[in-house]
């Protein structure tokens, strides 16, 4: 009898290495004697793309991000792993221009499972008005799909993660806790409403929040993916600068809470735990609401760091897109950098 090839092992952004494992990795890599001048943003500031000017007017914004399924269906599969790849030029401030498949799949699965992912994604880099120029792939023992994005952003205009200002509050796009509702989902627990609203959330693309936010004063911008809020907020924190969170404004998909309180959740949060730990006071929260804020997120929504009149407005206009978002905190000063989740 062949064996039975799994499409949904559980996947997405929990597949990410451990920020920590990374850190560790990246600081043995061999650099330049000189920068070259023209590379605006690296990989040093664990920002979400690398950004190169080619002229006065037109920087190139580089990406590439990939995963395993987290949902049985193929189609949706590749709409959440196309969207998750896109958001890292939304993030920088950019604009979509092309993108190549990446496709790691076994030989003795349907392929008509691979033309619904490559569907799927082929149809988001169409919303977000890119080109799909072609990809590349290998024969495998598991699925895994994703892609390598182009786009383009003013060298002025760039979001960079960490250039947040003490005074600024913290603007979030897009609901947590996907991650703990889709481990809820694969043992049969999760609700059709929170996984309707799971799914909505993976594959709505960060491009129309990002066109909202442009129009205001932003210093700094990243999306939230597998190292949870908590994570990428330590990489947006640069010396000397801590953040004040209001778990209370945090948006979240309910039912999140009380699969986190059954403890549907995954190794990759206990990761981000040990990962940012240390860094973070909780003052009076529930566990649950702990583990929202480690949860990985795939296909996660923008956190923006920007002044609160600009802050209000835009979320004004972001809320009409029909995802909970909401200001989550605010950026201070303290001299022992800290995150308080109060």
Do not use: W
């Not at 076994?106 to 169409?126: R, T």
């Not at 994005?149 to 003490?166: A, C, L, T």
């Not at 981000?272 to 973070?280: A, F, T």
Request: charge should be negative; hydrophobic fraction near 40%.
């Amino acid at each position: 009898m062949p064996e039975e090839i799994l499409f949904c092992k559980g996947g997405g952004c929990t597949a990410k290495l451990g920020a920590g494992v990374l850190e560790r990795v990246l600081s043995r890599l061999p650099k330049p004697e000189e920068r070259d001048p023209a590379l605006l943003i690296g990989y040093e500031s664990s920002d979400d793309a690398a950004v190169y000017r080619i002229s006065e007017d037109v920087a190139v914004v580089q990406t590439l991000d990939f995963f395993p399924p987290m949902v049985e269906d193929p189609y949706l599969f590749g709409q959440i792993a196309a969207a998750n790849a896109l958001s890292d030029i939304y993030a920088m401030g950019g604009d979509v221009r092309t993108a190549l498949n990446i496709v790691c799949f076994p030989e003795k699965m349907d392929l008509n499972i691979l033309g619904k992912i490559m569907q799927g994604g082929s149809e988001k880099v169409i919303e977000a008005g890119g080109t799909l120029v072609g990809g590349h792939s290998i024969a495998d023992s598991d699925v895994k799909y994703g892609l390598s994005v182009m786009g383009v952003v003013h060298p002025e205009k760039i979001f960079p993660n960490d250039g947040v200002r003490e005074g600024d509050v913290l603007l979030l796009t897009k609901p947590l806790g996907v991650g703990i509702v889709c481990t809820a989902n694969r043992v049969g627990e999760a609700s059709p409403a929170a996984m309707e609203l799971a799914l909505r959330s993976m594959t709505t693309l960060n491009k129309y929040a990002s066109e909202v936010i442009r129009k205001y004063d932003v210093h700094g911008c990243t999306d939230v993916t597998g190292f949870g809020f908590l994570g990428h907020l330590k990489e947006m924190l640069g010396r000397g600068l801590s953040a004040e969170i209001d778990s209370i404004r945090m948006p979240h998909i309910p039912e999140s809470l009380g699969y986190a309180d059954e403890f549907f959740l995954t190794a990759a949060a206990q990761r981000n735990r040990n990962h940012v730990g240390e860094l973070v006071k909780f003052c009076g929260v529930p566990f649950a609401v702990e583990e929202l804020l480690f949860d990985p997120q795939t296909s996660g929504g923008l956190l923006v760091s920007l002044p609160k009149k600009d802050a209000e407005q835009a979320l004004v206009e972001i809320r009409r897109l029909g995802l909970p978002c909401d200001i989550v905190g605010k950026i201070v000063k303290k001299e022992k950098q800290q995150i308080e989740v109060l």
